[in-house]
């Protein structure tokens, strides 16, 4: 595939492979990928934006919810890490420059240079000391939001290897039920709206009557109005959307307060079989889950939600 440039920018997106390189070729670093154009923006995962699309991504082990099965990737988006670039303080947003260019990239059909560190090591901070390796060109096929390891949301797409002569093909981003041509800005808008829609489901809205919106794990009703309304979230146990396909279940939904609702959705508050409420990061005894008879809660959605945290490193 020809490199395809564009001429606005000091610094331009170009997708396809350079002239002068080929698949498999090794850098020394960030500074010898910029000076051959397989990756424009020196120490940075994602060169891209909302308006002209992503034209690669190093994969350097900066995330641990990254994965690479040499044809298919998983990549973990760009924002969220701390000052030393050490961890994850903060969530994602499909909003940051580098992910909304991936998003216009699945969107339109764009090819994506993928680059891999090679001998990724390191404790707090995980380097490359191998130098870079050119994968050759992939296309963005899929995208959603998560909660990682590290417990913040996270923007996830997947990635597929392109064959010689291949192009890729586009693949929307809005939501299913809506067909219309859109920007990348209005599709994002209409994601959040398809997501809040299914949050505030009949199915939603009759889990938080069984409790009178009263959280089922503490027990607190947030009264917001002088009429004595109240507030509060619904959590689906099995995570709705991918990569989690959670159902829009009664058997599905828990009524939780604000905090309550953060903590479940990010793994520090768990429910075991029994439907007791442990904490996540110690596994320590919290309360039994106040239940009504009318709301029977799966169990395989309950170990389906407790198995994304089953790695996480359990506090003395």
Request: proline content about 4%.
């Amino acid at each position: 595939m020809q490199s395809m440039a564009t001429t606005r920018a000091k610094n331009p997106v170009s997708f396809g492979t350079p002239a002068g390189v080929e698949e498999g070729q090794w850098f020394k670093g960030h500074t010898e990928l910029h000076a051959a154009g397989v990756h424009r923006r020196n120490g940075r995962g994602i060169a891209g934006t909302a308006k002209e699309g992503a034209d690669s991504i190093v994969l350097s082990g900066g995330y641990v919810d990254d994965v690479f099965e040499g044809d298919r990737v998983i990549y973990t988006g760009e924002g969220g890490l701390n000052d030393d670039r050490t961890r994850l303080v903060a969530d994602q947003t499909m909003d940051s420059p580098g992910n909304a260019g991936l998003l216009l990239s699945q969107a339109l059909g764009y090819p994506v240079r993928v680059i891999k560190g090679l001998d990724i090591r390191g404790t707090k901070r995980r380097k490359v000391h191998g130098g870079y390796q050119y994968l050759g060109l992939y296309e963005v096929v899929d995208h959603w939001m998560t909660v990682g390891q590290d417990g913040f949301r996270i923007c996830q797409f997947e990635l597929h290897k392109l064959k010689p002569g291949q192009e890729p093909r586009p693949r929307p981003v809005s939501p299913p039920d809506d067909g219309e041509e859109t920007s990348v800005e209005e599709a994002v808008r209409r994601l959040v709206t398809h997501e809040r829609r299914l949050r505030d489901s009949a199915v939603v809205q009759q889990v938080k009557a069984f409790y009178d919106n009263t959280c089922q794990i503490c027990q607190d009703r947030l009264v917001v109005s002088p009429n004595g309304d109240a507030y509060s979230e619904a959590a689906h146990i099995q995570a709705l959307g991918r990569p989690h396909n959670g159902p829009d279940k009664i058997w599905n939904v828990l009524c939780l307060c604000p905090n309550c609702h953060a903590r479940f959705d990010r793994g520090a508050l768990q429910l075991t079989d029994d439907l007791d409420v442990i904490d996540g990061l110690t596994q320590k005894f919290v309360r039994a889950l106040t239940r009504v008879r009318e709301h029977q809660i799966r169990v395989d959605c309950v170990r389906m939600h407790r198995a994304r945290w089953a790695d996480r490193t359990i506090i003395s």
